[in-house]
């Protein structure tokens, strides 16, 4: 695995590491009736990458579930970490681990004909 795809995975993990907490200490801020987090500081984390964390922490601590938006952002935020995945991995030309995608069309067009 190379060097740049080592730390986007512990990027990737860290924010939504650090997104499920958040909620999660929002959560108990809530009961408590104490300061809460700005909910644009959530949002905020689930767009440079935490969303998975986010919609984890949704479920897991049943906060802001009743908000339709969050929902929203987090799953846009999400195809967009995906697509940003993709674009990076195909860049790299590791797409299904393969070295290059064009060897890979030529041995499979090879075994056919």
Known sequence: MSLPTKILLIYTFLLNIILFFAMGYDKYCAKKQKWRLPEAYLFI???????????????????????????????????????????????????FLLPDATNFYAIIYAKIC
């Open 45 to 95: 984390l689930a767009l440079l990458g935490g969303s998975i964390g986010g919609l984890i922490a949704m479920k897991v601590f049943h906060h802001k579930t009743k908000k339709w938006y969050f929902y929203i952002i987090f799953v846009l935020a999400f195809c967009f970490q995906v697509a940003l995945w993709i674009l990076f991995f195909w860049k790299l030309k590791m797409w």
